[in-house]
Every structure is written in C-alpha cells, then in structure tokens.
C-alpha cells in the first residue's frame, strides 16, 4: 500500500471500530432543485464555477448544523465532555489516485452557494494535482461525502475523527411519485445516507436533522431564505 493508502486504513479501521455508528438513510424530490440548478448554471458558468448538487447539498447541510448543533460537535471521551463547535467548517470527500482526502470548506454556513461550488472545484483541484496543503484539511467539523456523480444512491459513510456526523450524498433518480392530487407523476427522487455518533445522537434527532436538510434541498428559495 502507499503511504497515503496506509494512513487511510488506519483511520478508517480505527473510527469504524470505535464509533458506534447509525445510519439513516431517506431520499426527498428535487424537482424545484433541478429547475433552480438549470436556471442558474448558465450564469455559474459564465464566472467560471461549476454549479454541482454538491454545492448545494453542502450549503443546506451547513445550515442543518447551524440549527443542530449536536451534529456540528465532538465528543471529548478523556474528559467525558461535550464539546460544541461555533465554526461550521465542511469536509468534502474528495477521491484522488492516491487515495481519498477531505478537505475544508470553512465557515461553510457563511457562504453563499455560489462561493462553496468554486471552494469545492479549487479544492478537488489541489487534491488532484497534489497541491493541497495540511492547513486545507484540518479543523473539519462535519463532513459530507458524494457518490451521487458516480450513480451511487445509499451508503454507510464512515464519520471522521473528531467529528459525529456525516451525509452521504446519493443520485438524482426519476420515479413515479403520487402528487397531492392522487395523480402519479414522474418525481425526482436524491438518496441520503446521513452517519452520525450514537454516543451523542438519538435517532429521534437524527431524523429531524435529516428531515430539516430534506426540506431545505426540496426548496433552494426556502434554503436560501433559511440561512
């Protein structure tokens, strides 16, 4: 294994065993999403930023912190202490060749969707050509991870040290969907997976969390608007 390998599966082997970990996993229709992301990626494009569901999945989660904070938190086991964060600052998985890094997005809450979908582009690139530096992976608070753009739907993400939650951001994928009218419709189904540290979260407030993120990426105005 390389180094970088090596250091992956010692984390990785290390949190699985040592969180005691729930998944939730949920799916909401994007519909006014998609609209949104086609109306304004023309108007991304011509800043040069690349407007990714990523960046808005990364927007509302910051927001479902900034209302939650027991999934922007860490535990201090030495000292049996809850230790609540007042920066919000996303982790954003990001696969390489030479493995998988997770650098930060800081004040994550604070930034518009705009500023967050450049952030993960310029972030994604240093990972890739090997210009990302320490400083731009330390600090990480709550982390989200994609598979979505490889078609991936569900997943157990593995949360990271130091942190108690992580989203796990699936596909788009068209079904049919009862309206309010008793009509089947095509629907636009996105697939969460949220992890989170049962040590702190209950799964009562784990789904309330997660059904506040749903809320937020079944409305950008309302997302906008929330945060």
Do not use: C
Not at 62 to 85: C, G, R, W
Not at 193 to 214: A, V
């Amino acid at each position: 294994m390389t180094p970088v390998r090596k250091a992956i599966a010692k984390a990785m082997s290390l949190q699985n065993s040592t969180i005691p970990t729930v998944t939730n996993f949920d799916q909401t229709e994007v519909s006014k999403l998609v609209a949104h992301r086609k109306q304004f990626k023309p108007i991304a494009a011509d800043q040069n930023i690349h407007l990714t569901y990523l960046a808005y999945a990364a927007k509302a989660l910051a927001a479902t912190a900034k209302k939650f904070p027991e999934i922007n938190a860490s535990l201090d086991m030495d000292k049996q202490e809850i230790v609540y964060h007042d920066d919000i600052n996303l982790g954003i998985a990001v696969n390489a060749p030479s493995g998988l890094y997770v650098p930060v997005i800081a004040h994550a809450d604070q930034k518009s969707i705009m500023a967050i979908a450049q952030e993960i582009e310029d972030l994604a690139a240093a990972v890739r050509d090997g210009s990302i530096k320490p400083d731009q992976m330390r600090g990480g608070t709550i982390t989200i991870s994609n598979i979505g753009s490889a078609r991936g739907t569900w997943f157990t993400p593995i949360i990271n040290a130091k942190e108690v939650a992580i989203l796990g951001l699936g596909s788009i994928v068209k079904e049919p969907i009862i309206s309010d009218d008793g009509t089947i419709v095509a629907g636009q189904m996105m697939k969460l997976s949220l992890s989170y540290d049962h040590r702190l979260i209950d799964g009562m407030l784990g789904q309330t969390s997660m059904n506040y993120l749903k809320s937020l990426l079944a409305d950008p105005a309302y997302m906008l608007m929330e945060v």
